[in-house]
Every structure is written in C-alpha cells, then in structure tokens.
C-alpha cells in the first residue's frame, strides 16, 4: 500500500528502487551473493551470530498467529513486500524461518 512507511522509503514516482532484497531465512546465502557481485569471497562479509539454535518453543506454526482478519491487514498493507520476496500471502503456506539454524 502506498500509505506504508516501508513502501514510501523503498519507491520513488510508485517505482521500486531496491533491486535486491535479503532474507534472513537465506541471510550468509544472499549476503555471499550480494558480495560475489562486487567480487568479494564468499564468507568475507561478517555477519553477527544470533538466533543460531533451533529453539523448541517455536511448535507453533506462523498461521496460528493470523485469524483472517490479522492476515487481510497484512495482504492489504505490506502485499508488495510480499510480492518483491516471493512470499505467499497465504499463512498455512509459511514456514519460520527460525525452524531451521540461521547462520
């Protein structure tokens, strides 16, 4: 939505001008990636550890956090945000990206 904050500071005239985004579920990939294009080693660009455990409390899957009215907000607002990731804007479709070790 064009009223979104994030929206407002990632486009200039209703065009993006971010050409790629990093997810954090991809993070040391994607980071690896942006640093070949500007021909570092992979590996080179440090990143801090955090969230690096499976952690046992996080059973519940994304979509018992969302009833429909909570999920039609963020399709409403942030669906570009979405859309730009590849995300689905279904939450049954989601998995946590802490369900697996982030390094």
Known sequence: ????IDWQ????????VIDRYLKLENLRTDVDAL???WGLSPGCIKL???K????????IPVAAYFDTESADIL??????????GGYSLD?????????????
């Open 1 to 4: 939505s064009q009223s979104d």
């Open 9 to 16: 500071a990632c486009h200039i005239d209703g065009q993006p």
């Open 35 to 37: 640093g070949a294009s």
């Open 48 to 50: 801090p550890a955090s």
């Open 52 to 59: 690096t455990k499976v952690r046992a409390a996080d059973d």
């Open 75 to 84: 399709r409403r607002n942030q669906d570009w945000l979405f859309e730009a």
């Open 91 to 103: 939450p049954q479709d989601v998995t946590r990206a802490s369900a697996s070790i982030v390094e």
